[in-house]
């Protein structure tokens, strides 16, 4: 089933609208990637609280229709 990279960037910037999105399709499935997330809303919030903005902004899509999503969020310099 899996979930287009498309769909994916289009809900991460919705919600962080600052956000500059690298998706990359780990298996070529739709199903398996790593994102990395660039946003200034990041700033002063720890890792895990960064992590949790991402996957919020997937709407719990996590863990069903996207199986993983290995996540790098950075704030930009």
Request: no cysteine; glycine share 10%.
């Given at each position: 089933?899996?979930m287009?990279?498309?769909?994916?960037?289009?809900?991460?910037?919705a919600?962080?609208?600052d956000?500059?999105?690298?998706?990359?399709?780990?298996?070529?499935?739709?199903?398996?990637?790593?994102?990395?997330?660039?946003?200034?809303?990041?700033?002063?919030?720890?890792?895990?609280?960064?992590?949790?903005?991402?996957?919020?902004?997937?709407?719990?899509?996590?863990?069903?229709?996207?199986?993983?999503?290995?996540?790098?969020?950075?704030?930009?310099?």
């Amino acid at each position: 089933m899996g979930m287009p990279a498309a769909e994916i960037e289009a809900m991460i910037k919705a919600a962080l609208p600052d956000a500059e999105v690298a998706i990359t399709d780990l298996a070529g499935d739709n199903d398996h990637f790593a994102a990395r997330v660039t946003s200034a809303a990041f700033a002063g919030k720890t890792r895990v609280a960064q992590h949790k903005m991402v996957y919020d902004a997937l709407g719990g899509r996590m863990g069903g229709v996207l199986h993983a999503l290995q996540l790098t969020t950075v704030v930009p310099s």
